[in-house]
């Protein structure tokens, strides 16, 4: 097996470093704290394309590969992922799903400018009763010929009032169940379509979290992404590839907290040396390590047999489960490294342990992957 990075790849990864370390640190605490929308920041990454990775070409896009996309993702998560979520969102489940399933129309209407990074997208599957339970939509999508009518609930909607073009999952056929649930594009600006107050949220606080609701949203019938009954697929298939970008975040986030520990250990003296010279702190980092460097080839792992045209939805799931763990145990280990300063905000470990959290829940709960994965192994 080969570990080595391209040169392409290497050059994507420092420049998501430098972007992260000169664009996204300076401000990130004030952000945190008013929870505000890094909107200047994802504007600049869109011009870098880092919004439109896998998108090929043809459609605005960078044409990137997997394994690119889940390198930018690590080092943007180090520093900032309420950022860094902007663009999984975007590329993972937006972008993708419309390049992988959309019209022609569709494609120059709507990913051109998502993929080219002059808008943002949105993915709407999460309601206040179907969570985890994406067969359960309340949401419904009537036929009334040549458009469909939307009403109904989208709850936890990252990029909620930022975004212009939203991929909405619904139910048309409640006789058909999952069968017959749809996924369609909805503009921001349609008639009957507002947006909810922004969600107070522990973590990823900068991030453009609402609920949407919709009442009786004229959709047009070119809108829907493939044929009649193909929601439900349309969201398990593309949220597949959004686990690959979320165990990234993931591992993003404790590598971005393992650095701070390490670096502060260095630095901080207790009894007349620096603490990284104590064992009980030098065991702790030698774990932090070890636990990375195996998410990161879990992840790396899922990136490349997406690369590949492989299976990789064990993959993918192991990835999001083991990072979103690793995410969390390190976090509250760099605050412990930190003792009394990791529980002030200046130091940053606090939000990244903050941001973790989350990383086990979106994207599906980790026990939804150990489900995904006990399937996988036992069929």
């Given at each position: 097996?080969?570990?080595?990075?391209?040169?392409?790849?290497?050059?994507?990864?420092?420049?998501a470093?430098d972007?992260a370390?000169?664009?996204?640190?300076?401000?990130?605490i004030?952000r945190?704290?008013?929870?505000?929308?890094?909107?200047e920041?994802?504007?600049?990454?869109?011009?870098?394309?880092?919004?439109?990775?896998?998108?090929?070409?043809?459609?605005?896009g960078?044409?990137?590969?997997?394994?690119?996309?889940?390198?930018?993702?690590?080092?943007l998560?180090?520093?900032?992922?309420?950022?860094?979520?902007?663009?999984?969102?975007?590329?993972?489940?937006?972008?993708?799903?419309?390049?992988?399933?959309?019209?022609?129309?569709?494609?120059?209407?709507?990913?051109?400018?998502?993929?080219?990074?002059?808008?943002?997208?949105?993915?709407?599957?999460?309601?206040?009763?179907?969570?985890s339970d994406?067969?359960?939509?309340?949401?419904t999508?009537?036929?009334?010929?040549?458009y469909?009518?939307l009403?109904?609930?989208?709850?936890?909607?990252t990029?909620?009032?930022t975004?212009?073009?939203?991929?909405?999952?619904?139910?048309?056929?409640?006789?058909?169940?999952?069968?017959?649930i749809?996924?369609?594009?909805?503009?921001?600006?349609?008639?009957?379509?507002?947006?909810?107050?922004?969600?107070?949220?522990?973590?990823?606080?900068?991030?453009?979290?609402?609920?949407?609701?919709?009442?009786?949203?004229?959709?047009p019938?070119?809108?829907?992404?493939g044929?009649?009954?193909f929601?439900?697929?349309?969201?398990?298939?593309?949220?597949e590839?959004g686990?690959?970008?979320?165990?990234?975040?993931a591992?993003?986030?404790?590598?971005?907290?393992?650095?701070?520990?390490?670096?502060?250990?260095?630095?901080?003296?207790?009894?007349?040396?620096?603490?990284?010279?104590?064992?009980?702190?030098?065991?702790?980092?030698?774990?932090?390590a070890?636990q990375?460097?195996?998410?990161?080839?879990?992840?790396?792992?899922?990136?490349?047999?997406?690369?590949?045209?492989?299976?990789?939805?064990?993959?993918?799931?192991?990835?999001?489960?083991?990072?979103?763990?690793?995410?969390?145990?390190?976090?509250?280990?760099?605050?412990?490294?930190?003792?009394?300063?990791?529980?002030?905000?200046?130091?940053h470990?606090?939000?990244?342990?903050?941001?973790?959290k989350?990383?086990?829940?979106y994207?599906?709960?980790?026990?939804?992957?150990q489900m995904?994965?006990?399937?996988?192994?036992?069929?």
């Amino acid at each position: 097996m080969l570990f080595q990075l391209s040169e392409e790849q290497l050059m994507i990864q420092q420049a998501a470093r430098d972007f992260a370390q000169n664009e996204l640190r300076p401000g990130v605490i004030e952000r945190d704290e008013h929870q505000k929308f890094p909107a200047e920041q994802v504007k600049k990454l869109g011009e870098l394309g880092f919004l439109g990775m896998m998108v090929s070409e043809k459609f605005g896009g960078s044409g990137l590969d997997a394994v690119s996309y889940v390198l930018v993702m690590e080092e943007l998560s180090k520093v900032d992922a309420s950022a860094s979520v902007v663009v999984s969102v975007n590329n993972s489940l937006v972008c993708y799903g419309l390049e992988a399933y959309g019209s022609e129309f569709q494609k120059e209407k709507y990913l051109k400018p998502l993929a080219s990074g002059q808008q943002i997208g949105a993915f709407c599957l999460s309601e206040p009763e179907a969570g985890s339970d994406a067969t359960s939509q309340q949401t419904t999508a009537e036929d009334k010929g040549d458009y469909y009518l939307l009403n109904g609930t989208k709850n936890w909607i990252t990029n909620g009032s930022t975004a212009s073009t939203y991929l909405v999952i619904a139910q048309t056929h409640p006789d058909l169940k999952h069968k017959g649930i749809n996924a369609f594009i909805v503009e921001k600006g349609m008639e009957g379509f507002t947006i909810g107050p922004k969600e107070n949220k522990m973590g990823i606080r900068g991030s453009d979290t609402h609920s949407l609701m919709f009442n009786d949203v004229k959709v047009p019938k070119e809108n829907r992404i493939g044929e009649d009954g193909f929601g439900f697929k349309f969201a398990m298939k593309t949220l597949e590839g959004g686990r690959i970008g979320i165990a990234a975040q993931a591992l993003g986030i404790a590598a971005g907290a393992y650095e701070l520990a390490l670096a502060y250990s260095k630095q901080r003296k207790s009894f007349g040396k620096p603490i990284s010279e104590h064992q009980a702190i030098a065991f702790k980092l030698a774990d932090m390590a070890t636990q990375i460097e195996a998410a990161r080839m879990l992840v790396y792992k899922a990136a490349w047999l997406k690369d590949q045209g492989l299976p990789y939805t064990l993959a993918g799931s192991m990835a999001k489960l083991f990072a979103s763990k690793v995410a969390m145990d390190v976090t509250v280990e760099a605050v412990q490294v930190h003792g009394g300063y990791g529980f002030v905000k200046e130091y940053h470990v606090e939000r990244l342990m903050r941001d973790a959290k989350i990383t086990q829940i979106y994207e599906g709960t980790s026990e939804i992957q150990q489900m995904v994965i006990s399937r996988e192994i036992l069929r």
